[in-house]
């Protein structure tokens, strides 16, 4: 079974500055989805950023961006020029390919924005 | 992206009872999932809602303590059974649609007493 790991369980962030959220996964698939999720106190969850195993390129949406090292396999995020509206818990999730839509989660990382 | 609404928001519950949540979209969608949320945790799957079939349970999920129901493509309802104080959770609707996304409800907040 495929597990996501995220060893941060919280992180705090000053606005307007820049924080990275890492995330690290176990799979012996080669090709393969993977997710950030953000859920804030509404509960919540939407889709910040996906990437493709299959695509070397980094995804960026705006003010994220992903560093992807399938080698290592990390799949770390990125919040550059942080806002207020940022904070949340952030879960990072691993998906197979042909597997449906079904995801694993990680934990789940609490990120604290402040003034 | 897909709209989706679960109800009720939440609900305290006594023990022994049931709840069914309810999650309503506003397309056809081919794939809906309910997940759990225990309480500072991830997300874990239940089980896939099968259209015009029985749903597919995850390792740990039976139907006699989760039924759900699938009679379109744009609802399906969970039903939380014989309930414990250990049922208390998030329980998530979701829907996959287009390129691999996955869309989430608000979400039900459930406290069994």
């Known amino acids: 079974a495929q597990t996501v790991t995220q060893s941060q369980p919280e992180m705090s962030v000053q606005e307007a500055e820049t924080v990275t959220l890492s995330c690290t996964y176990d799979?012996?698939?080669?090709?393969?989805?993977l997710f950030w999720y953000k859920q804030p106190p509404s509960r919540q969850m939407i889709l910040v950023i996906r990437?493709?195993?299959?695509?070397?390129q980094n995804a960026t949406e705006n003010r994220f961006s992903v560093n992807f090292q399938k080698a290592a396999k990390s799949f770390s995020l990125k919040i550059s020029d942080s806002q207020l509206g940022d904070a949340a818990m952030y879960f990072c999730?691993?998906?197979?390919?042909?597997?449906?839509?079904?995801?694993?989660f990680g934990k789940g990382t609490s990120l604290l924005v402040t003034p | 992206s897909a709209v989706i609404s679960q109800k009720p928001s939440r609900d305290i519950c006594q023990r022994g009872t049931s709840l069914t949540i309810q999650c309503q979209v506003d397309?056809?969608?081919?794939?809906m999932f309910w997940y759990r949320q225990q309480p500072g945790q991830s997300l874990t799957l239940i089980a896939t809602?099968?259209?015009?079939?029985?749903?597919?349970?995850e390792s740990g999920f039976v139907i006699d303590k989760f039924p759900i129901s699938r009679p379109n493509l744009t609802f399906s309802t969970l039903t939380v059974s014989n309930m414990s104080p250990e049922d208390s959770s998030i329980y998530l609707c979701?829907?996959?649609?287009?390129?691999?996304?996955?869309?989430f409800g608000s979400g039900t907040q459930l406290s069994v007493l």
């Open positions: 979701s829907v996959g649609q287009g390129t691999e996304k996955l869309f």
């Open positions: 799979t012996s698939e080669s090709d393969y989805y």
């Open positions: 990437q493709e195993a299959y695509k070397q």
């Open positions: 999730a691993y998906r197979r390919v042909n597997s449906g839509y079904a995801l694993n």
């Open positions: 397309s056809q969608v081919t794939m």
């Open positions: 809602a099968n259209q015009g079939s029985e749903a597919t349970y």
